[in-house]
């Protein structure tokens, strides 16, 4: 560990949650030197949902590797991109009557996101983006500046211009539907909010906190989108590649969004890489406007085709990640019906779901007493309040419930510890960490 200490920057986040050095991975596993096992409910942050070497992914890529294809092409026309591209267009776009063209950007989800609002301030020719509260659309500048979180926000440097933030679904309260006050503020010429040039959106919340808007939400917002000329842009970063159950996050909801933004588990294997879907008639770029020295990234064609192929080319992994996310509700609910005594709630839906805690301090402890059993797992939320199931899709039935089966004992033994502060104790830290 000494080698972390002295030359990796103070920025560093999940080593400091998970202390170890891993130097192996299979499936839902991660190993550390020493050669303890972890069950992987962190997957990459939702990059492996495929799980880590998958070797259908490996054998591809191996074998690539060793016909010398090429792995760097900037934007060069490429058989591994070209493959990629078929496969996309007959197995993911057509069976769902989507019709997109794509855009390949730098590597990283925020650069997808980056020109996502470009593109979208250039066709409509206005500054204004509506993002949302607890939204995350990444870190650098513009991103950020769609991005809710004051922790992330307070490290531009710089003011953050050119959005404005509307309340999600279920921020003001179950029943009060928000969308109800977009559509005021954007009829209203007094109501002080520029026309946008786009809305963004997740129809989960990752790290926001685990929130899923309701399909009703999502359609109302998709009407007020046409309703006002602004154009929905649909952040499937984290969502997509089947952590709802489907492979885009929306289509449950029966919307058709005008620009979709993806990376993460896209590329299947856990090599960089992003795009941008643009309805056809929306691809107004000129040559060059929006580029990165690493938009080509060949191994991820081959290893995102090969995730294409084995997965999605029926509806069958479909149907399993629906399974496994019920059992996870299931499991969830059962939980917090027994220790919840309002300290925990539910939220997400699919394989993207977390237990809210009343506080970050009591998801930590939970967190931290599952990394001692095994379980690697992370926390989202604005205080960090949501213990976040993140797992790989492919996770086995049997190791699905060993997971859950850790959550709950940490759960129980956490709850116990509670129970034998004091009162007045446990009611001073809920105060202090709410102030």
Known sequence: MKIFEEIESEVQSYARSFPRVFNKAQGEFLYDEEGNQYLDFLAGAGTLNYGHNNPVFKEKLLEYIHQDGITHGLDLHTKAKGEFLESFNEKILKPRNLEYVMQFTGPTGTNAVEAALKLTRNIKGRENIIAFTNGFHGVSLGSLSATG????????????????RMPYDGYLGDHIDTTIYLDKVLTDSSSGIDKPAAVIVETVQGEGGINAASFEWLRNLEKICRKHDVLLIVDDI???????????????AGIYPDIITMSKSLGGYGLPFAVVLIRPELDHWKPGEHNGTFRGNNFAFVTAKAAIDHYWADNQFSKQVKKKGEYVSQRLNTIVDQYGDGNFTTRGRGMFQGINCVNGELAEKITRSAFKQGLIIETSGADDQVVKLLCPLIISEENLTRGIDIIENTIREVCAKEDSIPAQKKYFNVKRLAS
């Open 149 to 164: 979180n004051s922790h992330h926000r307070g490290a531009a440097g710089v003011s953050l211009s050119g959005t404005s």
């Open 238 to 252: 984290q969502a997509g590649c089947g952590r709802t159950g489907t492979y885009f996050s929306f289509e449950e």
